[in-house]
């Protein structure tokens, strides 16, 4: 009797553990993929598996009218087919790792020649018939808008107008304030890797064009070179784009409404693509989002994404003249992919292509190449001729 009872004590312990194990596993695995649930996304999103890029334009909920613009001009690229003549593989730089299994930045050299063959490529392209390639990608847009604290009449009109154009990113944890800005980022970014499958991801101000068709023709290029070359990297990780232009001698802000207050890792910021527009692959805006409860928040999101992502030794920091994306804009050239600080009269132009042919006007920023070669101070001494 007593060697029957205990055995059955033994496997009722047995069964307990097993069970409590079980389940421990269960929570242990839930939480690993659970999602940080930052967002309280307003409207529903549908799921969207195949996209090969996310635009998402960081939007005031008052700028209805830069909305507008946007979507009748480079945003309409948005639902078009693809139709250029295909960028030319042998322009585009694949970084490669060092010895010591860090991955090379692109030498000053470099980027002038590539930017000389775009020019001329831009130039051929456009005095003789080239043959277009349709290529079936798919990109959707988002406006993020933060809705907490917000009055009744102006979130009615939000979701009025996201009935019309199924295009809002309602935060509703979100409050709309300038020093909120980097959590509106984190938000955004935890919604859109959450709800959607996507290989890259533009951020761009509402303020901010996009000549979407010749990125977008750029971008696919590179991702099939990137692909194909894939098994070429072997154990190292495969490089992950930043793409944008490069700022590293930035003084940190230690007044008005970007004072930084919590930020003692250099006496510059950290190199950051800034912010009118920049490009991050998918496993970027998914760490961001994963690991956002652990990261320090900065007074500004673009700063906060250069050091969030400083440590990595995969990110391939693609430095970019034709981006144009400071907090002034630079003189309108016709090579320019993205051009920030765009009223919408400007938008409009540059969208019937009336504006960087006839600009004359002079800029009070140089453009730079960036050497990674040097100290941050020294990053941006060579000039764009």
């Given at each position: ?287 961001i989002a994963n690991s956002s409860h652990m ?91």
């Amino acid at each position: 009797m007593m060697r029957r009872m205990n055995n059955l004590v033994t496997l009722f312990t047995a069964a307990s553990a097993f069970f409590f194990g079980s389940f421990i596993t269960k929570i242990l695995s839930t939480v690993d993929k659970c999602p940080t649930h930052r967002s309280g996304v307003g409207a529903q999103l549908e799921h969207h598996p195949d996209l090969f890029l996310i635009v998402l334009v960081l939007s005031s909920p008052r700028n209805v009218d830069h909305r507008n613009t946007m979507r009748s001009t480079w945003l309409r690229y948005v639902e078009q087919p693809l139709a250029l003549p295909y960028f030319p593989e042998e322009q585009i730089y694949l970084p490669t790792y060092y010895a010591n299994g860090h991955l090379m930045a692109e030498r000053v050299e470099s980027q002038r020649k590539r930017l000389r063959q775009y020019i001329n490529w831009q130039g051929s392209i456009s005095t003789r018939s080239s043959r277009k390639t349709q290529r079936g990608i798919r990109v959707k847009h988002f406006f993020a808008i933060g809705t907490g604290q917000m009055s009744r009449d102006l979130h009615a009109e939000l979701q009025n107008e996201h009935m019309q154009h199924n295009d809002l990113l309602l935060l509703q944890k979100h409050p709309e304030t300038y020093h909120n800005l980097t959590e509106k980022l984190l938000q955004s970014l935890d919604t859109l890797t959450q709800r959607y499958e996507f290989s890259y991801l533009i951020k761009v101000d509402d303020d901010t064009y996009v000549k979407l068709d010749s990125l977008l023709n750029e971008l696919v290029s590179y991702d099939r070179k990137l692909l194909r070359n894939a098994v070429e990297y072997g154990n190292d990780p495969l490089p992950q784009l930043y793409w944008g232009y490069f700022s590293g001698r930035s003084k940190i802000k230690t007044k008005g409404r970007w004072k930084e207050s919590n930020y003692y890792l250099s006496k510059n910021y950290l190199p950051y693509a800034l912010g009118g527009g920049y490009v991050l692959s998918r496993k970027l805006c998914e760490y961001i989002a994963n690991s956002s409860h652990m990261l320090s928040p900065y007074a500004s999101e673009d700063v906060s994404v250069g050091t969030w992502l400083a440590p990595f030794r995969h990110i391939y920091r693609w430095h970019d003249p034709r981006f144009d994306t400071a907090y002034i804009s630079r003189k309108c050239k016709p090579y320019h992919l993205v051009l920030h600080k765009c009223s919408q009269e400007r938008m409009k132009k540059i969208n019937d292509g009336k504006l960087c042919s006839t600009d004359t006007s002079p800029s009070s920023l140089p453009e730079y190449y960036y050497d990674w070669m040097k100290v941050a101070d020294q990053c941006c001494d060579n000039l764009v001729e």
